[in-house]
């Protein structure tokens, strides 16, 4: 009896040694490459952009020389062409453009030579993730923008051809968010595609109608049902890191990122871009 018992146990054993074998495949080699792409519709009463604006919100590249860290140049590149393959109108990258810190050698301009490639007719913005400055903030600034890309800093630009503004808010973990010196140079009432690093910036933000994207979270890499994310930064709420959020009664889209930072895993939580369309309701109220 003792023995048919051991001989019970030890097939559980080998059954969960197999399951854990097989969920550590997945989550190492499967799914942090197995990018999505997410179409979203936004409604924007009074919209007073061009009807139907495609913007394409791709964040948390943290580029790569090497295979374990997943997003290598190559597939960097690759995910470029399928973004520029669906036309959109504009461009918002959140930041977290390198791994680490450029440890394996990449560089800024490694980085700026692959998102320079982007194509959008009204544009490609950017603002810088906590990465990227604590590689080299000045020199990634000047890296993208002579590779075409506007960085912005607790700026507001004009959308060109529109009478949308786009918002850049500067990264909180460096210490470079401002939402209120970006937000004065708003003209009262303007609607606006707002981009910032880390959601927790929107705590501070001055509402503006429109589109509000975040980034940093990864959605936590690893999404348990029932709970959340594994991780979330900086007391962010576990339950909050990915999709549409409530900020003080404002929503904000929270992109799980392309990449991967620290631990080289996703379970339950893909990579994604982000299209967005935007638009005014069929019956404004």
Same mark, same amino acid.
């Given at each position: 009896?003792?023995?048919? &018992?051991?001989?019970?146990?030890?097939?559980?054993?080998?059954?969960?040694?197999?399951?854990?074998?097989?969920?550590?495949?997945?989550? $190492?080699?499967?799914?942090?490459?197995? @990018?999505?792409?997410?179409?979203?519709?936004?409604? !924007?009463?009074?919209?007073?952009?061009?009807? %139907?604006?495609?913007?394409?919100?791709?964040?948390?590249?943290?580029?790569?020389?090497?295979?374990?860290?997943?997003? *290598?140049? /190559?597939?960097?590149?690759?995910?470029?062409?399928?973004?520029?393959? &669906?036309?959109?109108?504009? @461009?918002?990258?959140?930041?977290?453009?390198? +791994? #680490?810190?450029?440890?394996?050698?990449? *560089?800024?301009?490694?980085?700026?030579?692959?998102?320079?490639? $982007?194509? &959008?007719?009204?544009?490609?913005?950017?603002?810088? %993730?906590?990465?990227?400055?604590?590689?080299?903030?000045?020199?990634?600034?000047?890296?993208?923008?002579?590779?075409?890309?506007?960085?912005? $800093?607790?700026?507001?630009?004009?959308?060109?051809?529109?009478?949308?503004?786009?918002?850049?808010?500067?990264?909180?973990?460096?210490?470079?968010?401002?939402?209120?010196?970006?937000?004065?140079?708003?003209?009262?009432?303007?609607?606006?595609?707002?981009?910032?690093?880390?959601?927790?910036?929107?705590?501070?933000?001055?509402?503006?109608?429109?589109?509000? !994207? /975040?980034?940093?979270?990864?959605?936590?890499?690893?999404?348990?049902?029932?709970?959340?994310?594994?991780?979330?930064?900086?007391?962010?709420?576990?339950?909050?890191?990915?999709?549409?959020?409530?900020?003080? #009664?404002?929503?904000?889209?929270? *992109?799980?990122?392309?990449?991967?930072?620290? +631990?080289? @895993?996703?379970?339950?939580?893909?990579?994604?871009?982000?299209?967005?369309?935007?638009?005014?309701?069929?019956?404004?109220?």
């Amino acid at each position: 009896m003792l023995l048919s &018992a051991l001989r019970k146990l030890f097939r559980f054993l080998l059954f969960l040694l197999l399951v854990l074998a097989l969920l550590a495949a997945w989550g $190492l080699l499967i799914e942090p490459r197995w @990018v999505a792409r997410r179409d979203l519709p936004v409604v !924007v009463p009074g919209w007073r952009g061009p009807p %139907g604006l495609k913007v394409v919100v791709a964040s948390d590249w943290h580029i790569t020389h090497e295979f374990k860290h997943v997003m *290598t140049i /190559a597939r960097a590149n690759a995910i470029v062409d399928e973004i520029n393959a &669906a036309k959109p109108d504009v @461009v918002l990258l959140p930041g977290d453009f390198i +791994y #680490g810190r450029g440890e394996d050698g990449t *560089t800024p301009e490694d980085v700026a030579a692959v998102l320079g490639r $982007l194509r &959008a007719p009204r544009g490609v913005y950017a603002v810088l %993730g906590n990465h990227d400055w604590w590689t080299d903030g000045p020199r990634f600034n000047r890296a993208l923008t002579a590779a075409g890309v506007r960085v912005l $800093l607790n700026e507001a630009v004009p959308l060109p051809g529109t009478d949308v503004w786009v918002v850049g808010i500067g990264d909180r973990t460096s210490m470079q968010s401002d939402p209120i010196r970006a937000a004065h140079q708003l003209p009262a009432g303007a609607q606006a595609l707002t981009l910032m690093h880390d959601p927790a910036s929107a705590l501070d933000m001055r509402p503006a109608p429109g589109l509000a !994207v /975040a980034a940093h979270t990864h959605g936590g890499q690893v999404w348990i049902p029932f709970h959340g994310s594994a991780v979330a930064p900086h007391g962010w709420p576990k339950n909050k890191t990915h999709g549409w959020v409530d900020v003080h #009664g404002r929503p904000v889209y929270i *992109t799980s990122g392309l990449g991967v930072s620290i +631990y080289p @895993v996703r379970i339950n939580m893909r990579p994604e871009w982000v299209m967005f369309t935007i638009g005014a309701p069929a019956h404004p109220s």
